[in-house]
């Protein structure tokens, strides 16, 4: 990424003034950590009245002000740049280079001292510390405010998927409450069982959030070692199958003998069983699901296909957001916290892997999972 900050120049010899300009003409500044690259236009004053004059119609970024000027000095632009509450970063120039000179200008809200004569060197030097603490400063307040706004769409979000089976619930006893359907308990059954599913579909959906918010903070527990992740389908595969049997559906596995990688056994079951249970629970009746695992010498490849709904292009682009779920007149009556894939995604990327779906309304989907066999221990990845 590359963007362009503004300089003016205040300063009050016409060599100064042009030799700033020359130096910065062409100069960039690369910021790795910020992952930018920095070019600078420069406008030039010859007094502080001019440069205030420059400021009121558009505040530069940096500020290379001269101490002394004639008129009113560098220090006297500085403080009314401060009572206009101007977002100037202010280098202060001087052929002056007292204690006592540097902590007034710095107390009047100087950045930085530059002493003269400088060379070009110094001047680049000068104006690559303010701009990288100006880009930095500006990408704190950006990420501040998204994390603001994820906060609120993460409460707004976790409040609209609680208060329909509260209210579900509570619904269920108040009818248990008023004896609605009498007093023989059996005729009671079904209000039973669903509010149970309620409630399951609730912790189901704290868990998640635990689950996504330690794997975000870099808090969870990981613990890497060799694991058969055939073992793992296996496994998985015999989680889900009371729920797949209910509706006809069957579940087959391809694999081979053995497919170990180096991994946390967690992990890996979070990640299928996330996967087996959307195959199944958006799946048609009497349907199927396969799941394969292929494996070389680098990674392990990791299917799981339906013949389910399927998906648009346009719901395949939103899938693995957070508390994304795909709404539609085939989907209204199906639970779920709409974390799931969020979670599948952000654990496929500490392994470096990745994680992809390829599906046809009506036709079912097969999401697609690489992970390589020498996982390492890898930062956190941060919100989608």
């Known amino acids: 990424m590359a963007e362009t900050l503004t300089v003016l120049v205040c300063d009050d010899e016409p060599g100064m003034r042009k030799g700033a300009e020359r130096a910065l003409r062409r100069y960039t500044a690369e910021f790795a950590d910020l992952q930018t690259t920095v070019e600078f236009a420069v406008t030039l004053a010859e007094s502080g009245e001019q440069a205030l004059e420059r400021v009121n119609v558009e505040a530069p970024d940096i500020l290379l002000l001269d101490y002394k000027l004639p008129g009113i000095s560098g220090l006297e632009v500085q403080e009314k740049l401060a009572e206009r509450s101007a977002q100037t970063l202010t280098v202060m120039i001087s052929a002056y280079s007292s204690l006592q000179t540097v902590i007034t200008a710095t107390k009047r809200g100087a950045f930085d001292f530059l002493v003269k004569p400088f060379t070009p060197e110094e001047l680049r030097a000068a104006v690559r510390r303010a701009a990288h603490h100006l880009l930095s400063h500006r990408q704190a307040l950006r990420l501040a405010e998204e994390r603001k ?227 390492v221990a890898a930062p956190a990845p941060g919100p989608n």
């Open 149 to 375: 706004q994820i906060r609120f769409e993460f409460i707004r979000v976790l409040g609209h998927e609680l208060k329909a089976p509260l209210a579900a619930v509570e619904g269920y006893l108040r009818l248990l409450e008023r004896r609605a359907l009498g007093d023989d308990i059996r005729k009671y059954e079904t209000v039973i069982s669903r509010s149970l599913v309620r409630l399951e579909g609730m912790r189901k959906l704290i868990f998640d959030l635990l689950d996504l918010t330690r794997i975000e903070a870099g808090t969870k527990q990981r613990n890497l070692e060799q694991v058969d992740l055939c073992a793992v389908v296996a496994a998985a595969v015999e989680t889900i199958l009371p729920e797949a049997n209910k509706r006809g559906i069957s579940v087959r596995s391809d694999l081979p003998a053995r497919a170990v990688l180096k991994a946390d056994r967690s992990e890996l079951e979070i990640i299928l069983n996330n996967l087996l249970s959307n195959a199944v629970k958006y799946n048609r009746d009497s349907g199927s699901v396969t799941v394969t695992v292929r494996a070389d010498d680098a990674q392990v490849r990791i299917a799981v296909a339906d013949t389910g709904i399927g998906m648009s292009a346009a719901e395949v682009s939103k899938l693995f957001g957070e508390f994304v779920r795909i709404k539609n007149e085939k989907t209204v009556s199906i639970l779920g916290s709409g974390l799931g894939l969020s979670i599948v995604k952000k654990l496929v990327t500490l392994y470096g892997g990745s994680v992809t779906v390829h599906s046809e309304p009506d036709a079912g989907s097969t999401f697609t999972v690489i992970l390589p066999r020498e996982a």
